[in-house]
């Protein structure tokens, strides 16, 4: 969907080497989830994120989102091998759904391909 | 382990056959979706439902039926397969209510319409 923006579309790092992924919404972020999956399998889920300049880290990725809730980025330091796959953002873009009145599921971005070179 | 299921895994169609997507969840949860992804495009949403007994289109439903005729099970059907139908389904389930609360997604399958 246009709704949510993913950039870059792919990335190839160095081993070792830090990197970030953006996903941009002109809509308000009620939540922010970052999904990882391996080629050919599921969704592994990362980190949720909903108050405006929350951040959360799990071992070497941290992620956050800016203060007006319409942007959040991944970070992952001193990448490794582990760390290739397909990064995807799902957003929830309607207040109605975070209140609880609706489940229009998530929006999703079209995901960022990421190569780790030894 | 509590999650969710998708069977089968992997299905080769002819164009004009007609199959069913099982979706079972164990967790209780309110809400289930169906989504395709395909190259480029990321995940867009098929159908979904809020509660047994009910369905709502997504995104993208023409071509496809769902049913939740039990509070675990969110079925998809393809009456007449298409190859535009070639693609990975994931099922998802949320428990609803207030707040931006988990997802979880089934391993998906992969289903190649020829």
């Known amino acids: 969907s246009q709704e949510l923006e993913q950039s870059p579309q792919s990335l190839i790092v160095q081993e070792g080497k830090n990197l970030t992924i953006n996903c941009t919404s002109s809509?308000?972020?009620?939540?922010l989830y970052w999904y990882k999956q391996k080629y050919g399998e599921g969704l592994i889920f990362l980190m949720m994120?909903?108050?405006?300049?929350e951040e959360k880290s799990h071992e070497k990725i941290t992620a956050k989102l800016d203060e007006k809730k319409q942007q959040s980025s991944l970070h992952i330091t001193a990448s490794q091998p582990s760390h290739a796959g397909i990064y995807l953002c799902g957003a929830l873009l309607n207040f109605r759904m975070y209140s609880g009145g609706g489940a229009d599921g998530l929006t999703f971005g079209k995901g960022t391909h990421l190569i780790i070179q030894p | 382990n509590a999650g969710v299921t998708q069977t089968p895994k992997f299905r080769v169609l002819k164009t004009g056959q007609s199959m069913t997507l099982l979706c079972a969840q164990d967790m209780n949860h309110e809400y289930m979706y169906w989504y395709r992804q395909d190259p480029g495009m990321g995940l867009r949403l098929i159908h979904y439902?809020?509660?047994?007994?009910?369905?709502a289109k997504g995104e993208v439903p023409d071509g496809y039926n769902v049913s939740r005729l039990k509070k675990q099970n969110f079925l998809l059907g393809l009456e007449s397969a298409a190859p535009s139908q070639t693609s990975v389904y994931f099922c998802?389930?949320?428990?609803?209510?207030?707040?931006?609360?988990?997802?979880?997604f089934g391993s998906g399958t992969r289903l190649t319409v020829v």
């Open positions: 994120l909903q108050k405006g300049g």
């Open positions: 998802a389930s949320t428990s609803g209510g207030q707040g931006a609360r988990g997802y979880t």
């Open positions: 809509k308000t972020l009620y939540g």
């Open positions: 439902s809020v509660g047994e007994g009910t369905t």
